[in-house]
Nanobody, 119 residues
Framework: QVQVVESGGGLVQTGGSLRLSCAAS????????MGWYRQAPGKQRELVAS?????????VPSVKGRFTISRDSAKNTVTVYLQMNSLKPEDTAVYYC???????????WGQGTQVTVSS
């Protein structure tokens, strides 16, 4: 059974840092890509960062230079991290991790975690 479990998030002041973690069942071979979307109140969900099987990364322009996505794997779990530095109030949103598996056309989602940046 596929599981995608997030942790991290919370409240931080402008300029602060947070790290999100996301553990997905599977291996580096079975997962095409993992990443993070976010959704702020009244706004559409947007892709923040992703990392592909070949380790290529992709970032939305508004977070380049501030956020870093990385991953590691152990046994049957792949864990992705999103290090968020120099946070701004506009980064406030619910962050959702996803995993894109080779054997599925659908993404699997984490439960979401709130990130709040106070000014």
């Amino acid at each position: 059974q596929v599981q995608v479990v997030e942790s991290g998030g919370g409240l931080v002041q402008t300029g602060g840092s947070l790290r999100l973690s996301c553990a997905a069942s599977g291996t580096m071979f079975s997962i095409n890509a993992m990443g993070w979307y976010r959704q702020a109140p009244g706004k559409q969900r947007e892709l923040v960062a992703s990392i592909a099987r070949d380790a290529r990364t992709n970032y939305v322009p508004s977070v380049k230079g501030r956020f870093t996505i990385s991953r590691d794997s152990a046994k049957n779990t792949v864990t992705v991290y999103l290090q968020m530095n120099s946070l701004k109030p506009e980064d406030t949103a619910v962050y959702y991790c996803y995993a894109d598996y080779r054997e599925s056309v659908n993404k699997y989602w984490g439960q979401g975690t709130q990130v709040t940046v106070s000014s």
